[in-house]
């Protein structure tokens, strides 16, 4: 029952910082752990970070340090704060409902000078 439809995705250049967000609807989100993914085509789909309903984070080694992930329930909204952004990073992002079948469509991030 619960929609994710992500949006701030975008062209920047290596160094450079984007916020994704994922609007999600439902009156329980707030008790929800939630996740980003990302995928490229040549790539299978990579763990990027998570944060649990009691805002608790774990990040994969290739963003920490440069990606955070957070969540705002009064807006029903999760975040995912992107800086020193590098070509690799370049990929469609995912955010999900851990645990769950709901994927929203994804936002495209292309990293490239």
């Known amino acids: 029952q619960v929609q994710l439809v992500e949006s701030g995705g975008g062209l920047v250049q290596p160094g450079g910082s984007l916020r994704l967000s994922c609007a999600a609807s439902?009156?329980?989100?707030?008790?929800?752990?939630m996740a980003w993914h990302r995928q490229s085509p040549e790539k299978p789909r990579e763990w990027v970070a998570t944060?649990?309903?009691?805002?608790?984070?774990g990040y994969g080694d290739s963003v920490k340090g440069r990606f955070t992930i957070s969540r705002d329930n009064a807006k029903n909204t999760l975040y995912l704060q992107m800086n020193s952004l590098k070509p690799e990073d370049t990929a469609v992002y995912y955010c999900?409902?851990?645990?769950?079948?709901?994927w929203g469509q994804g936002t495209q991030v292309t990293v490239s000078s």
């Open positions: 439902g009156s329980i989100f707030s008790t929800l752990a």
């Open positions: 944060i649990t309903s009691s805002g608790s984070t």
């Open positions: 999900w409902i851990v645990g769950s079948r709901s």
